[in-house]
């Protein structure tokens, strides 16, 4: 069982992402971290405990990290997620769950230094460079770093060129990548090239309605939401859930593939947050990422819809 630090920022796609964890046995969600991203900390505290109250594991800690990117303004998606971040369901609080002192950089650093945990980061690289900026070598020591993040030959989904979790702090972004790159590390990054084809159909929320009544309204209530904006926006009749992709492809290395290449994130400029990838060895540097470009959809789903309905031994055909 491999242990996982989930650093997220909830967000519709990021609970979905948590919900596959945690019923995943190959995996041991050892802590959640937040970062300010598709919603505020404090709303993505809150949001991340709701979940967990769901799936009945509020025994799995949660920490609040950086409020803000690191050099730029901080730009919420709540238009993307609704007004509470989770479609606008508008789920109870959980009482009495009041932020812990320790901070998530303060968490991360302490329980990384064992080098057998890794990290799966579905927003912002914020509280990574932090880490970075508090002990390099503690950051060295995640064993394997996912990333939900950045795009190749996608156009972007918050400007022509750019995803949204890089473009809300490519300075971080920029940080990590080339922390990667002195130590001739590769972060595994999972782009809209590739969850760009992961989309909940209405089809398939019937489905999982039907199967399991109650976790089919769940996530019902909360990506109503998301498929109006997606219809809206990119005229899509579902809603693309980009997070539980980076986890399902950590637990089955065979759900996406890919190439590895030295990639860099613009700071500035229209082109901010782009992922510049030499895929062409321009700049003859060693590879610093590996960068999905291929999925299995069916191998996703055949992962994804039995764990989260609590259904064994069954696939998705």
């Excluded at 606008?88 to 769950?97: K, Y």
């Excluded at 927003?123 to 503690?138: C, H, K, M, S, Y």
Aim: proline share 4%; hydrophobic share 40%; glycine share 8%.
């Amino acid at each position: 069982m491999e242990k996982i630090i989930i650093d997220c920022d909830p967000g519709i796609d990021d609970s979905l992402a948590i919900m596959l964890a945690l019923n995943s046995p190959e995996v041991e969600v050892v802590g959640i971290t937040i970062v300010a991203g598709n919603s505020p900390c404090e709303l993505g505290f809150k949001n991340a405990k709701r979940v967990l109250k769901f799936l009945g594991r509020l025994d799995v800690p949660v920490y609040v990290g950086a409020d803000r990117p690191r050099v730029r303004e901080y730009v919420n998606a709540l238009d993307t997620h609704g007004s509470d971040g989770l479609g606008e369901s508008f789920l109870p609080e959980v009482p009495d769950q009041m932020i812990p002192d320790l901070s998530a950089a303060e968490f991360m650093s302490q329980t990384l230094k064992g080098g057998d945990v890794s990290v799966i980061a579905l927003g912002p690289l914020t509280n990574l460079a932090d880490i970075i900026d508090r002990d390099r070598e503690v950051f060295l020591s995640i064993k394997r770093l996912v990333s939900m993040g950045g795009n190749f030959r996608s156009h972007g989904n918050c400007s022509p060129v750019a995803e949204y979790n890089y473009w809300e702090d490519p300075d971080s972004a920029k940080v990590v990548f080339n922390a990667m790159y002195e130590a001739g590390r590769e972060i595994e990054m999972v782009g809209l090239d590739v969850t760009r084809k992961i989309v909940l159909t209405y089809d398939i929320l019937d489905e999982m309605k039907r199967k399991n009544p109650v976790v089919g309204d769940f996530v019902e209530k909360i990506t109503n939401f998301y498929f109006k904006f997606h219809w809206e926006w990119e005229h899509i009749r579902g809603c693309v859930i980009n997070d539980p992709l980076a986890v399902a492809q950590f637990i089955d290395q065979s759900i996406l593939s890919g190439f590895s290449a030295f990639t860099d994130v613009e700071t500035l400029g229209i082109s901010i947050g782009q992922t510049v990838v030499d895929s062409m060895g321009f700049y003859r540097k060693e590879s610093n990422a590996l960068i999905y470009t291929k999925v299995n959809e069916k191998a996703f789903w055949d992962l994804f819809l039995p764990r989260i309905l609590g259904i064994k031994g069954e696939s998705n055909e």
